[in-house]
């Protein structure tokens, strides 16, 4: 772990979850019953699939583990892929989708790309299943990302023009494990954008943002429909050489990248939760 991470996970730890979750204004049923901790969360990047063919049903497992029952989860089937869907009610009609690609390319075990991005989400499930929210949650492990942001396109195509302005912000984890959390800029809508740096300072989380080139995620399906939408990802200098090859091996994760990128998306689909629908678009 770099001294920067180890840092940053010392004052995270102090004080982010804290800052996202017991504020005055919470009533004490709601307070969650445990936060996921980093040995929790490595231990489930561990457990990686490393053939696509055994990723849907893995992430299905992995959703059970953290409490989901059969009534909570769905496949959403189209044509040409399939996308797994596990749905928090809240008190509202307004939506918030968390969203991570569980699909990889031939090429390696997937690890990184995207197995990290799965494990965050499932645990931020984990988090908020026992908190009383006013917008519905929908967790979703979107299919055939690699091939060109299939399964996030086929969900957003089915988004109607009257149904937009229910759906009031996408959440998207993609490639944790590397370095520091940071959000990609050609991939995300400027307010949440701007809300992400501003709960990451807050928490005294390293934060960066850039664009990547050459690269897209499921982020930009929901931007294209005009639902703001942002990618979080954890990737470093290196991530040309990892991504997309042999190398994206579990043995490459830095669980303390995957942890903190947990606890940003979580503080930050908290944070939505709490604001108006239109508040970032």
């Not at 918030?96 to 390696?108: E, N, P, T």
């Not at 075990?109 to 026992?130: E, F, Q, R, S």
């Amino acid at each position: 772990m770099s001294h920067r991470l180890q840092r940053a996970l010392v004052q995270f730890l102090c004080i982010a979850f804290a800052f996202a979750f017991f504020s005055a204004s919470m009533q004490a049923q709601q307070t969650p019953a445990g936060f996921s901790t980093e040995e929790q969360i490595k231990a489930d990047l561990q457990s990686v699939p490393c053939k696509n063919e055994d990723r849907l049903n893995a992430v299905r497992s992995l959703f059970e583990k953290m409490g989901a029952g059969a009534s909570e989860i769905s496949v959403d089937k189209h044509k040409n892929v399939e996308n797994l869907v596990i749905t928090k009610p809240g008190s509202s009609p307004e939506r918030i989708i968390i969203g991570a690609h569980y699909d990889k390319v031939s090429s390696g075990c997937g690890a990184i790309d995207n197995w990290t991005g799965i494990v965050a989400m499932a645990h931020i499930y984990k988090t908020l299943k026992p908190v009383s929210l006013k917008k519905s949650l929908l967790f979703v492990a979107f299919g055939k990302e690699e091939s060109g942001l299939i399964g996030s396109g086929a969900m957003a195509g089915k988004i109607t023009k009257d149904q937009v302005n229910a759906y009031c912000a996408m959440v998207n984890i993609d490639s944790l494990g590397l370095g520091a959390p940071q959000v990609a800029d050609n991939m995300s809508s400027k307010k949440l954008l701007d809300a992400a740096a501003a709960l990451a300072k807050s928490m005294n989380m390293p934060f960066g943002h850039a664009s990547i080139s050459g690269a897209d995620s499921d982020s930009s399906s929901f931007i294209a429909k005009k639902i703001p939408a942002l990618t979080i990802h954890g990737m470093t200098n290196e991530w040309p050489v990892i991504l997309h090859s042999h190398k994206d091996q579990p043995s490459k994760i830095n669980s303390t990248s995957v942890y903190l990128g947990y606890g940003l998306a979580l503080a930050l689909v908290y944070s939505i939760d709490k604001a108006s629908c239109d508040a970032y678009r």
